[in-house]
């Protein structure tokens, strides 16, 4: 099985950086997407960054220019680096990584994280 575990969230103040990790575990062969999504209280879950396996990436137009997104696929993890956060990217953040390959699957599956939460607050 394939499991995602997310690290780096926490509380920061406006202005400030946060940088996000997630690293997939598993017998996996291959991981085709890879990226985050996040949930404010009541809102539903939207994409915030993705990357490809070949490194193309596209980010959510509210982030563009403040957070970048990247990956290692040796170590099969992505990474989020947040700059001048605001209050409005408070939210639990949560990783995916999409079409990934495992020995045991006949078919690409796709995985979540248990979510890391951002507060941004003075």
């Known amino acids: 099985q394939v499991q995602l575990v997310e690290s780096g969230g926490g509380l920061v103040q406006p202005g400030g950086s946060l940088r996000l990790s997630c690293a997939a575990s598993?017998?996996?062969?291959?991981?085709?997407?890879m990226g985050w999504y996040r949930q404010a209280p009541g809102k539903q879950r939207d994409l915030v960054a993705g990357?490809?396996?070949?490194?193309?990436?596209n980010y959510a137009n509210s982030v563009k220019g403040r957070f970048t997104i990247s990956r290692d696929n040796a170590k099969n993890t992505v990474y989020l680096q947040m700059n001048s956060l605001k209050p409005e990217d408070t939210a639990v953040y949560y990783c995916?990584?999409?079409?990934?390959?495992?020995?045991?699957?006949?078919?690409?599956?796709?995985?979540w994280g248990q979510g890391t939460q951002v507060t941004v607050s003075s």
């Open positions: 990357i490809l396996s070949g490194a193309s990436t």
């Open positions: 598993g017998s996996i062969l291959n991981i085709y997407t």
């Open positions: 995916y990584a999409g079409g990934v390959t495992i020995p045991t699957m006949t078919t690409p599956g796709d995985y």
